[in-house]
């Protein structure tokens, strides 16, 4: 009975953790959308509605994605009935909870990194890049192939890593609010911007990496902790928000979802580069 009890109130807070942090999501959302109305980091280039769309329903297609492959994959990797291994089931039980909420978010740095570098990689990421302006519809804006490939990938980091099902939601939850947060298009005061890209990623931070100039994109690959750009020299930001313009140098049209879909069939390359990137 006294068992029962104690599962009873577990549950209830998780509940209501679960439904504060939904609260909170949802205001910071409401937030945001407004704070891109009234005050905008970077000028657009193009009307809002018809790329939001074309965002929108790439978005869709590839949270479809993730979310099958998702349940499909990972889901069965935090079994109970299956012995967890990792490289956190080394470290006392107090602390692989931080550990392997530090080292998720650390590989996703590393994925993002390999997904410039690589060609074939960087044939997926473009679609995500080529997006002439930046906000809060970008950060969902990925090719559907692109989630297909990084599943086994997470799924292998899962099985390295070895962190709880708690713990890797807790990131999860994290990673889904931070990329909504660092791609939107809002102005913070320097003071604040400063102090939280001390610990985060800020949208003054991801608006260099997004920039149509070659070593400005090679910068800020964090998607989460601002510690990993830190760490390995990649932290920029001396750029204005308006010094370069948003994108991928040799792609200047407003891609359709269509053409967007067809796009990593085109080869990498350098000319991805070489046009003109000042405004």
């Known amino acids: 009975m006294r068992y029962d ?20 999501a949802t205001a910071m959302l409401i937030w945001t959308l407004r704070q891109e109305d009234h ?43 299956t012995e967890r291994r990792g490289v ?28 410039h570098r690589i060609p074939p990689l960087w044939r997926l990421h473009r679609v995500h890049h080529v997006d002439l302006d930046l906000d809060m519809s970008t950060a969902i804006r990925f090719h559907f192939a692109e989630q297909l490939l990084s599943a086994p990938v ?17 990131w999860n939850r994290f990673f889904f609010a931070s990329i ?22 800020t949208p003054r ?12 994109t090679d910068s800020n690959w964090t998607s989460g902790l601002s510690l990993w750009d830190r760490l390995h020299g990649s932290f920029r930001a001396d750029v204005a928000p308006d010094a370069v313009r948003v994108g991928v140098p040799a792609y200047t049209a407003d891609l359709g979802s269509p053409d967007l879909l067809m796009l990593p069939m085109a080869a990498p390359s350098a000319a991805d580069w070489r046009a003109p990137s000042s405004r």
């Open 180 to 201: 909504l947060f660092h791609h939107a298009n809002i102005r913070l005061p320097a003071t604040m911007d400063r102090i939280l890209s001390l610990l985060l990623t």
């Open 5 to 24: 009890v104690v599962v009873l109130i577990r549950l209830h807070r998780s509940r209501a953790a679960s439904a504060l942090l939904m609260g909170a």
């Open 39 to 81: 005050s905008p980091l970077r000028q657009t280039a193009l009307p809002r509605s018809r790329r939001q769309a074309t965002n929108l329903i790439l978005g869709i297609g590839s949270l479809l994605m993730a979310g099958r492959i998702q349940r499909a994959l990972l889901t069965p990797l935090f079994d109970r009935r």
């Open 154 to 170: 997470r799924a292998a980091m899962i099985l390295l890593i070895g962190p709880d099902a708690r713990t890797h939601a807790l």
């Open 205 to 216: 931070m991801h608006g260099i990496h997004h920039m149509a100039r070659r070593d400005l």
């Open 88 to 115: 956190v089931q080394s470290l006392p039980a107090r602390w692989r909870r931080v550990a392997a909420f530090l080292l998720l978010d650390w590989s996703i740095y590393w994925w993002h990194r390999a997904s």
